[in-house]
């Protein structure tokens, strides 16, 4: 069956302009997970939906970080007026239900800001 | 918080090798531990995982143990292959619905 997917999977912006990254889950999960992995570094959480409702958002790292799931389904990642360090490879997860343990991955999409 | 702490790489092994990637992890109540892998050009795979003390975790003739006397959950494998080089990830989830934390990866290069 259909995997996670991102698109897209490769996005190069300039300094200070508005990014939309896009992850389809696997249908039929209910829970919907964004990671930011740096170059070199494990995945680090930024936010978490169950349902449309983002249940924990504690992970982003700043105002400029918003994300929505409106139908409980799709979900957007917006980063408004784009910074140089907000250059990394931004992960999806999705996962049957919030207490199920295994997270299933997309392939990422790699933002690079210049 | 909740962190995890793997040895660093990159690990260079010959075929056949027997290898052991460490992980230890801080966490308050009892998390469930996992092994992902992300091989080249490709997304992170669930490798293996373990819910609660005492666990093994096994997949693909990989195996690691959850040690909550030692809060390690060691990765190891007894004779590893080319097609196992990749990174290997070490992951908690705390109690609940929590997120996972990672580690920050070990690359395996394993030579014929």
């Known amino acids: 069956g259909a995997g996670v997917s991102q698109t897209p999977s490769n996005k190069v912006t300039e300094k200070g302009k508005y990014v939309e990254l896009r992850c389809d889950p696997i249908?039929?999960?209910?829970?919907l997970y964004w990671y930011r992995q740096s170059l070199g570094q494990g995945p680090e959480f930024l936010i978490y939906?169950?349902?449309?409702?983002?249940?924990?958002d504690s992970g982003l790292p700043n105002d400029r970080f918003f994300a929505v799931r409106p139908e409980g389904s799709v979900s957007t990642l917006k980063i408004q007026r784009t910074e140089r360090g907000d250059s990394a490879v931004y992960l999806c997860a999705s996962s049957f239900s919030p207490g199920e343990s295994e997270q299933y991955f997309g392939p990422g999409t790699r933002l690079t800001v210049t | 918080g909740n962190s995890v702490t793997q040895m660093e790489g990159p690990v260079t092994l010959s075929e056949e090798a027997f290898l052991t990637i460490n992980c230890t992890y801080t966490?308050?109540?009892?998390?469930?531990l996992f092994w992902y892998v992300q091989y080249p050009g490709e997304g992170l795979q669930l490798l293996l995982k373990a819910t609660k003390a005492d666990d093994k975790g096994s997949n693909k003739g990989f195996e690691a143990t959850y040690r909550k006397e030692t809060t390690s959950f060691h990765l190891e494998k007894g004779s590893v292959q080319v097609s196992d080089s990749a990174v290997y990830f070490c992951a908690l989830s705390g109690s609940g619905n929590t997120p996972l934390v990672f580690g920050k990866g070990t690359r395996l290069s394993v030579i014929a």
């Open positions: 966490a308050t109540g009892y998390p469930s």
């Open positions: 939906f169950q349902g449309t409702g983002a249940a924990d």
């Open positions: 249908s039929g999960h209910t829970a």
